[in-house]
């Protein structure tokens, strides 16, 4: 089983900073790349950054310089600094990784996490 828990989000001002883990677990052999996406009510599931074990990074043009993901390969780790944060950035955040398991790629998703961005 593979499990992808994620935790740190809540509600913040305008403005305000939150960060984001999701820590992956279970069998499996190695985790290529991680990131996280984001849905709003009534928009579809967008891409908010991705690492990849390496190290590269990218990101949606919507979050260029207020957001930062980051990993932490040794403990199958993935964050999300979201700086200066705006209404428009609230969402249900979702991890996802990206697991080779029994010789094969595959995406895994967490159950998401509820940021709300609001005075």
């Known amino acids: 089983q593979v499990q992808l828990v994620e935790s740190g989000g809540g509600l913040v001002q305008p403005g305000g900073s939150l960060r984001l883990s999701c820590a992956a677990s279970?069998?499996?052999?190695?985790?290529?790349?991680m990131g996280w996406y984001r849905q709003a009510p009534g928009k579809q599931r967008e891409l908010v950054a991705t690492?990849?074990?390496?190290?590269?990074?990218n990101y949606a043009d919507s979050v260029k310089g207020r957001f930062t993901i980051s990993g932490d390969n040794a403990k199958n780790t993935v964050y999300l600094q979201m700086n200066s944060l705006k209404p428009e950035d609230t969402a249900v955040y979702y991890c996802?990784?990206?697991?080779?398991?029994?010789?094969?790629?595959?995406?895994?998703w967490g159950q998401g996490t509820q940021v709300t961005v609001s005075s």
């Open positions: 279970g069998t499996f052999f190695s985790i290529n790349a």
């Open positions: 690492t990849t074990s390496g190290g590269s990074t």
């Open positions: 996802k990784a990206e697991m080779t398991r029994f010789g094969r790629e595959r995406g895994y």
